[in-house]
Nanobody, 115 residues
């Protein structure tokens, strides 16, 4: 089993920054990828950014150049640095782990960007 705990959400004005953290624990061997997804009210959950076991990153077009995903391999902590935030970034952000073709999810953290 894999456990994920997110933190770092909150309320910020447009143009501001936030950093989300996801601590991954439990059976961490053979994790293929860790990422962040988000879900806004009335919308489907969407990919924000991922980082593979080898360190390859992938971003949604809507956040490229503004968000950065990184990983502390020693502690299996993944960060999402969000800058130049926009009201449309408002959502619940979920940490995701892909391991052996199975998805694991955190409980989510709310990010609200005011205009």
């Amino acid at each position: 089993q894999v456990q994920l705990v997110e933190s770092g959400g909150g309320l910020v004005q447009a143009g501001g920054s936030l950093r989300l953290s996801c601590v991954v624990s439990g059976s961490t061997f053979s994790i293929n990828r860790i990422g962040w997804y988000r879900q806004a009210p009335g919308k489907q959950r969407e990919l924000v950014a991922t980082i593979s076991r080898g360190g390859t990153t992938n971003y949604a077009d809507s956040v490229k150049g503004r968000f950065t995903i990184s990983r502390d391999g020693a502690t299996y902590t993944v960060y999402l640095q969000m800058s130049s935030l926009k009201p449309e970034d408002t959502a619940v952000y979920y940490c995701n782990v892909l391991k052996a073709l199975r998805d694991y999810w955190g409980q989510g953290t709310q990010v609200t960007v005011s205009s």
